[in-house]
Every structure is written in structure tokens, then in C-alpha cells.
């Protein structure tokens, strides 16, 4: 049917327990550097369905499109979609991956089966042009209706485009500069489809998103006979977190339907990533939960240096010091939550604000430590930039043993009880464990729901063996445990904060040189941490170029965006931005 | 009872409240406001009632590592002559993330070979994202990163590119705001300078009985 990846007759490796399941439909990824699966097309869902019910795989981290592409006359061009499971009772992956032709990009939908497919789905159909059959609301994600092209193809090319990859020809050594929309004009960077009349046009009012809040909401059964309104909450809205919408259809107070609408802030994030050199990247990572950045820094070392192998491998000090940074922004992260969250609930600012003192100490070591406050950029492929300044272990000792625990639980003394809080938080936006881990749920919004599945348990990373902790779990998934669970969190941290410094190691803080260039080796590579707002993962592709091949972001904000319809419907217009608060999504990271 | 934790809650913020001015009262006739001690504790751990920084009356002092615009040294001899450490080899304009550098390399007019002083420096700061890269990776420590972050303006396009005139700091001055950071460099800097006086000594040493060869010593 289809053309098929260049499958070298390599010595075969022994069947996988999901080869001699399904003989001759799946065949091992032969590729160098490559691991997995390629399933033939037709037998995707029933392949999936198996690997769900049968082998446990119950959990879809990532959905996503590869384009090999090359304007070489004799070259294999095909788009490849990349399937990333995980059990959610702990251990590692199965990938498996189907390959269709460019032109005709059609695969079949894993929403039926996994539901947390849907936004992945709806994003590489935006971003590559894959057409997933039987996906029950396909349309553009990050892009607006009437968008021209599929804009991470290898041949798109945006309004601004100076060269296919950094370093531009024209910096150095004759770099007479300018700015490129001087040089380019905004109106005349821009190409039209035929028979398209820029003057003429005139924007029609999102059809396809009000037909499809209309689809969804005809499984609400009505019991009074009244008509149902479309409300638009955002994009400007102080309770939406940033830019972001949600069309919601409503019967009385009651939602039936409710659509995110995303995109407001996509710059097309991994685009860019596949123009940088792999080590340009690094400060693009801070800039996606950019109040977690160190924890994006980390996601991105950890995919990188799984590719490098050895001559990446981080040194002792290196690995503590990457644990501290990451648990004091798991710190940071989850008092900015909770401090929003009551403002979404109407205690206007003074939480928030009490809140935000304790982040201002912890970003004052960050900036002591990286040079900034939020933008960190502070992690290398095999270690960190620099060593931790003179003094600054006493003050992060001094704040996670005095200051920090009696905070948090002054915090807690504050909110937790508060009649307001647990009126409106308690059996509101429930989500159960079965609907978390099918929506691919990640982070406190899954432990909240009660499944106990963090990856610094679940699938160690760095160093996290070697740290005593709870995984920090509630059972009622609702909003209220949503909340609870990030004061859980924050003394977790401080436990394993505590820990750190009491075991950090003098020594290297970098494996070798810190080269401006890095060599990676061909191959694929997912990486993958615990960030405050859930599973953080990059999938990357190398060809053994200066630049990534593929750079996609696993975002948690935005895949958690996914159950948002099925938490809200049956309630109250006035839970919605509970729900969405509880969630805790930044907007960075959403749209990427 | 219902409301009990209400009014716990409410004695929280009361005793926010009340720390304020009990801190204030603590500090009479030492200055909590407008002094440097004064912002010292108020973001120690330690630290209660008013938080707030009155920007831009005061001012937070910047750790060493902070970043923000990167900037060029120049040395001055003797005679007071600027030289810029920078030769122009281009390493800061090929790992800028966001690619905002641009640089003029010459080359002598004779000899054709390229010199080690950049003709034209640009930065458009509206397009650095002040990742410190450039200082990072330097291998002659002559583009550093600096802690002014003052830099609003009227015109963008007349003000925010920087040209090497304004680019350009004295060595002093790097001195001043990193002064950990330039003890280190310059204890490196020393070191490879007396290893290659060492070198060149051994040389010469080499080179002497063999004088009378056609043939200059070389590696």
C-alpha cells in the first residue's frame, strides 16, 4: 500500500512479546539508534487496543509526527507518527510508530482508545497535515481556521524566514545588521493561496468550533425545555491564566459543552527547535512553563544526554545540584498554584501574595545560582553551567529547614480548613482514577484522582533512587484534593531538598568540556521528568546534523487541557474557572 | 463548628497584619526602608511584615551571576590606548540562540589575513535573550554579561542596537561587578601566560645551540 521506511536486513533481533503476538504486522524499528515498533497501518487500532488490554500499557504519554523529509531526488519522504506508552503502574516504555506517505497522510484515530490522544491528534493534524480518521473533532489546534500549509513540514516556510538552519550565513564575518522586517515588510511577507482576496476577507466567526461545541453537547439530556447559550470565557479573561478561551455552552447555569481554544501565544516553539543548534535550545526551554524553567531545562538535558550516551553522563555534584533546582521549582511552581487558585475562588490576592513572598526567596537563589530569575538556562548536556555561588547552601538551608516547612504550614492553617475553600472545592470538576490515566492526566492532577504514578517513582530519572519520599496521592479527585496535593508536594520537596544538601558531593560539575558545539548521534530519544505541572517530555530526533531533526514538547499544561470538557459538564458555569485554575496550566507551555 | 476555619484563616492574615508594625516598631531608629541592611532582611529568612521593595527609590542588589545585555572589554595600556580583548573569531555570533550578534571581521589590507579586532560590533537588544551564552562560551573572556537593566527607551529602531562604541567597557568595570568571576579569569589568564613564557624560555633554550641552522625552531 504505502511506501515504507528503509527497513535494513540486519541480523534479527529476538521477537518482542508484541511481535509474536501480532506475526508479520509489527515489525522491530531496525533503524540505528532507533528503538520500538513499526505497525502496519490497518492493524493500528486493533494492535493498540491489544497492547492496552492485554500487555497493560494503559497510559499514552505522547502522540506525535515526524517528518523525514529531503529534497534529494532519491530520497525516502514519508511522515511518521510516534506512540509513546507507559503503564501506570511504573516501568518503562513501548513505542510503536506508523509511517504514511506525505501526500497522503492518513492514519487511522486512537482517540476510541485512548482518549488522551485527542488534543495530540488534533496538534499534528495542525502542525504536520496527518489526517486522523474517525477522530471526532478534527480541526486546528494552535493555528487559526483558514490557515494556509501545515506549519512544521521540513518545506514550510514562515513570513520572517532567513535560513534553514542557525548559525545564519550573514552574522559573522561581514555582519552588516538590519532587522529582517525592515528588510521585509509586514504584507509582503506573506503568500496567498490562488484565487484568495487579502482585501476582501472577511474573518466568518469560528464555524467549526461552535459545530462541534454543538455536536458534543446534544448528549446532554435536557430535563426543562429552555434555550442553551454559547458563553465565551477569554482569551482576555484575568481568570483564564493568559491568553486562552473556552466556548461553553450553556443550558441555564449548566454547561453541556465546553471547547478549549488555544493558540494565541504559539510562536511554533519546536520549529524554531529544529532551526537551533541542540544546544540554542536550552534557554527556548525556559521559555515554555516559564515558572518552571528549571524543570524544562532538566526534560531537555535528560533527552539529549540519553542520545550522547557516556561522554554525557553527569557527574556526582552535577546531579545534586540538578535535583535541588528542580525540587525548589516544584516549590516555587506549586505556592504560585495554590496562590492562584484562591484567587480564582474570589479571595482576591492576599493568599496569592503570601504565596509569592516565599517564591520571591527561592528565585532570589535562583538568580544567585543561574543569573536569572525565571529564565534559568542554567542546564548542559552532562552537568550544570556553573557551580553554586559561595553561601548560597546555608540560605537554601536555612530556608528549607526554618522558613519554607513553617510557611507551608501557615499556608495551610490559612486555606485548608477555610469553609469558603472546601465548599466550593470539595466534589467539584471529580475526576476518577480510570478518566485520568484514559485522558493521559499527568502530574498532581492524576495523584490527585488516586493513582499514585510519579516518575521519580514510577520510571527514576537522575538520581531520585537514592531519595526517601512519598509520592504524594488523594483519592477524590476533585478540586479540593487538586489543591491539598500541592501542599503535599512542597513538604516532599523539602524533604528531599534536605536530603540534598545534606548529601551534596564536592567535585566536577560538568562532564568534560562545555563545547559550544555538541555532536549527537543519530537516533531518537524521549526524555522525560516530573515537572510541577505533570509529565514533561521531549521526543528528539537526530540525524547527526548540528541541528535536531525533531524537537517535540510533551507539554503537560496542554494535554491536561484534555480532560477539561468531561470535569466541567454537569456543573456550573461559575466551577469552570476552578477547574480550569485547579488544573494549573501556563500558558507558555500550552501553545508552545 | 462551621466558620472555625474561617477564623483561623482570619488570624493568619491578622497577624500579618500586626507583624507589620511590630516589625517597624522593632526597627525604630534603625532604617528599614531606603537602607541597604533595611533590604537585606527584608528578603532574609527572617523576613516579615512589609516585603515590598519601593522601586525606584530602592534598589535590590544583583548577585554577581546575574545577567542582563551582554557587553565588550577593552583593555587600556600604558600610554592609554584602548584594545579590545575581542578577535573577532565569531564564536558568540554562531551559538546566540536567538542570532542578534553581528560581526565585521577585517582583514589587513597586505598581508590579507584576517585582523584580531572587530571592525563593527552590533547587538540588537531587542532580540537578545539574555542567555549568556556569548560569555559563556568566549574563549578570550571579552564579551561578559552585564548588570545594568535599566535600558527603556524612546525609539527602538534609533536606540536598541547597540553599536560596538556602546557596546564597549572597560576592563575596570568587569572587575567591579564580578569581581569573582574576573579574579578567577585573571588567575587563568596568568597561569597560561607564565606556561607560555615557560614555553617560549624552553625554546629558546632549544633553539640556541642549533643557532647557527637555517632552519627556525619550530613545533
Not at chain 1, 455536536?215 to 483564564?240: C, F, K, W
Not at chain 1, 550522547?308 to 545534586?320: C, L, T
Not at chain 1, 537516533?523 to 522525560?528: A, F, K, L, Q, V
Request: hydrophobic share 35%.
Amino acid at each position: 500500500m504505502s511506501e515504507q521506511a528503509p527497513v535494513q536486513e540486519a541480523p534479527a533481533s529476538p521477537p518482542t512479546e508484541l511481535e509474536k503476538r501480532f506475526p508479520g504486522l509489527v515489525k522491530h524499528d531496525e533503524r540505528a539508534g532507533y528503538e520500538g515498533h513499526i505497525v502496519e497501518i490497518a492493524n493500528l487500532v486493533e494492535v493498540a487496543t491489544a497492547i492496552r488490554d492485554e500487555m497493560g500499557y494503559d497510559f499514552l504519554s505522547s502522540v506525535t509526527a515526524v517528518d523525514y523529509y529531503s529534497e534529494a531526488p532519491d530520497a525516502e519522504n514519508f511522515i511518521e507518527v510516534v506512540y509513546h506508552l507507559y503503564k501506570s503502574t511504573g516501568g518503562g516504555s513501548l513505542i510503536y510508530k506508523v509511517q504514511v506517505p506525505r501526500d497522503n497522510a492518513v492514519v487511522p484515530s486512537l482517540v476510541p482508545v485512548y482518549p488522551g490522544a485527542d488534543f495530540q491528534e488534533r496538534e499534528a493534524w495542525d502542525l504536520y497535515g496527518v489526517k486522523f480518521e474517525s477522530h471526532p473533532d478534527l480541526r486546528r489546534i494552535l493555528m487559526w481556521d483558514g490557515f494556509q500549509g501545515h506549519p512544521m513540514r521540513k518545506d514550510w516556510k514562515e513570513a520572517y524566514f532567513e535560513e534553514e538552519v542557525k548559525p545564519f550565513k550573514n552574522r559573522w564575518p561581514e555582519g552588516q545588521v538590519y532587522r529582517i522586517e525592515d528588510r521585509n515588510p509586514f504584507g509582503k511577507n506573506v503568500s496567498y493561496p490562488a484565487g484568495f482576496d487579502p482585501e476582501g476577507f472577511q474573518e466568518i466567526e469560528d464555524p467549526n468550533l461552535y459545530s462541534s461545541l454543538e455536536r458534543s453537547a446534544m448528549e446532554y439530556v435536557e430535563d426543562i425545555d429552555t434555550e442553551q447559550v454559547v458563553v465565551n470565557l477569554g482569551p482576555q479573561h484575568p481568570s483564564t491564566h493568559g491568553v486562552f478561551r473556552m466556548a461553553v455552552r450553556l443550558d441555564g447555569e449548566t454547561i453541556v459543552g465546553l471547547k478549549p481554544v488555544m493558540g494565541y501565544l504559539h510562536r511554533n516553539h519546536e520549529q524554531i527547535g529544529e532551526r537551533n543548534t541542540w544546544i540554542m535550545n536550552m534557554p527556548f526551554t525556559d521559555r515554555l512553563d516559564y515558572l518552571s524553567s528549571m524543570s524544562n531545562n532538566f526534560g531537555y538535558a535528560l533527552a539529549v544526554e540519553r542520545l550522547m550516551g557516556d561522554k554525557a553522563a553527569p557527574p556526582e555534584r552535577a546531579e545534586y545540584i540538578r535535583v535541588l533546582m528542580a525540587e525548589l521549582t516544584r516549590i516555587s511552581n506549586h505556592l504560585w498554584a495554590i496562590g492562584f487558585l484562591l484567587n480564582d475562588l474570589g479571595a482576591f490576592f492576599t493568599p496569592a501574595l503570601y504565596a509569592i513572598e516565599e517564591r520571591e526567596l527561592i528565585l532570589d537563589i535562583f538568580e544567585a545560582t543561574a543569573g536569572s530569575r525565571m529564565m534559568c538556562n542554567y542546564f548542559r548536556f552532562g552537568g550544570v553551567a556553573r557551580d553554586l555561588p559561595e553561601g548560597i547552601l546555608p540560605k537554601i538551608k536555612d530556608l528549607v529547614q526554618e522558613r519554607l516547612p513553617r510557611k507551608v504550614d501557615e499556608l495551610d492553617l490559612y486555606l485548608s480548613q477555610n469553609e469558603l475553600v472546601r465548599s466550593r472545592g470539595e466534589g467539584v470538576g471529580v475526576i476518577t482514577p480510570e478518566d485520568a490515566i484514559a485522558f493521559s492526566a499527568s502530574g498532581p492532577v492524576l495523584r490527585a484522582s488516586g493513582v499514585p504514578y510519579d516518575i521519580r517513582r514510577a520510571d527514576p530519572y537522575s538520581i531520585y533512587d537514592r531519595f526517601k519520599f512519598d509520592v504524594a496521592v488523594r483519592y477524590h479527585g476533585d478540586v479540593y484534593d487538586r489543591y491539598m496535593i500541592r501542599i503535599d508536594e512542597i513538604r516532599q520537596s523539602l524533604r528531599i531538598i534536605q536530603q540534598v544538601i545534606k548529601d551534596m558531593p564536592g567535585g566536577e560539575i560538568l562532564n568534560g568540556k562545555n563545547p559550544y558545539q555538541v555532536r549527537v548521534p543519530a537516533g531518537e530519544s524521549y526524555g522525560r521528568v516530573e515537572s510541577p505541572k505533570g509529565e514533561l517530555g521531549f521526543y528528539i530526533v537526530s540525524t547527526g546534523k548540528a541541528n535536531p531533526h525533531r524537537y517535540h514538547v510533551r507539554a503537560p499544561s496542554f494535554i491536561n487541557l484534555t480532560i477539561l470538557e468531561k470535569m466541567c459538564v454537569g456543573q456550573k458555569i461559575a466551577d469552570v474557572v476552578v477547574n480550569l485554575g485547579s488544573i494549573d496550566i501556563v500558558l507558555g507551555e500550552v501553545d508552545r | 463548628m462551621y466558620g472555625i476555619g474561617i477564623l483561623k484563616g482570619l488570624w493568619v492574615t491578622l497577624v500579618h497584619f500586626v507583624e507589620t508594625y511590630v516589625e517597624d516598631l522593632r526597627w525604630l531608629g534603625r532604617k528599614r526602608y531606603f537602607s541597604p541592611e533595611g533590604v537585606a532582611h527584608r528578603r532574609s529568612k527572617d523576613a516579615k511584615g512589609i516585603f515590598t521593595v519601593q522601586y525606584p527609590e530602592e534598589k535590590l542588589p544583583v548577585p554577581e551571576e546575574f545577567r542582563f545585555i551582554p557587553f565588550l572589554i577593552y583593555e587600556v595600556d600604558e600610554e592609554g590606548n584602548k584594545h579590545d580583548r575581542c578577535t573577532s573569531c565569531g564564536i558568540c555570533a554562531k551559538v546566540c540562540p536567538p542570532q542578534c550578534i553581528w560581526i565585521v571581521r577585517t582583514e589587513d589590507p597586505v598581508t590579507k589575513r584576517p585582523v584580531p579586532e572587530p571592525v563593527e560590533f552590533y547587538i540588537d537588544v531587542d532580540i537578545c535573550m539574555n542567555c549568556g551564552y556569548c560569555a559563556e562560551y568566549c574563549p578570550f573572556d571579552a564579551i561578559k554579561m552585564d548588570h545594568d537593566y535599566e535600558l527603556a527607551s524612546y525609539d527602538r529602531h534609533a536606540e536598541h542596537i547597540y553599536n560596538k562604541e556602546k557596546l564597549s567597557k572597560p576592563v575596570s568595570y568587569y572587575a567591579d561587578i564580578r569581581p569573582a568571576n574576573y579574579t578567577r579569569e585573571e588567575a587563568v589568564r596568568a597561569a597560561e601566560e607564565a606556561k607560555k613564557a615557560e614555553a617560549a624560555a624552553a625554546r629558546a633554550a632549544a633553539a640556541a645551540p642549533a643557532a647557527g641552522g637555517d632552519q627556525p625552531a619550530g613545533d
